[in-house]
């Protein structure tokens, strides 16, 4: 089975998401691996706020992208808040990026990841980095949507954060999303 590798950014409520979409893979049948050069399917769980947390993923994937030449069958993502924040705009410039989904959309990530893993397996003429069109956008999946009736939910998940992430904003750290202003 394909072995997965989550690097998470941010907050507490950042490491339990991960933790359900680890879940949602076991359940699966995916294995952990302990370090991305040997997963399958790599997957950053993003801030947007704290110590420059989305510059650091941003150059996170972008040295991901030496590993995605050497292993072309690999699914990369953003997760998370960054991912709600910057959607589709996240493909441009790392076209190894295959999925990009928001905060309300962590219950679908593992459906996602099995689409991408078999497109891949299915069309290698497609997969090689090399090869891959820098406009073959289509491949890829974002998914930045709100949930019908999800924003009670996510309002009362994120209320014990809004002070942290406040005070975040004030010292000039942005984009200051609408998990955030809950
Ligand atoms: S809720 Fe705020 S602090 Fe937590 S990961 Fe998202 S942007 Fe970062």
Do not use: W
């Not at 690097?7 to 879940?23: I, L, P």
């Not at 790392?94 to 689409?115: I, M, N, S, W």
């Amino acid at each position: 089975m394909p072995k997965f590798f989550i690097k998470t950014y941010g907050c507490q409520m950042n490491e339990r998401d991960s933790e359900q979409v680890a879940h949602s893979l076991l359940a699966r049948g995916y294995e952990r691996a302990s370090k991305e050069s040997e997963a399958d399917v790599v997957l950053l769980n993003t801030c947007s706020v704290r110590d420059m947390a989305d510059q650091k993923a941003l150059g996170k994937m972008g040295m991901l992208g030496r590993l995605a030449k050497e292993r072309p069958h690999v699914v990369f993502g953003f997760l998370g808040c960054m991912a709600q924040a910057r959607g589709g705009e996240l493909l441009k410039g790392l076209p190894h990026v295959d999925l990009v989904v928001g905060t309300q959309k962590f219950h679908r990530v593992a459906d996602y990841v099995a689409e991408l893993v078999a497109k891949k397996a299915a069309r290698p003429e497609v997969a090689p980095y090399q090869k891959r069109a820098m406009d073959d956008l289509r491949f890829s999946i974002v998914d930045v949507a709100e949930e019908p009736g999800s924003q009670s939910t996510i309002r009362d998940q994120h209320a014990l954060h809004l002070l942290h992430c406040s005070a975040d904003a004030r010292r000039g750290a942005q984009p200051f999303h609408r998990r955030h202003r809950a």
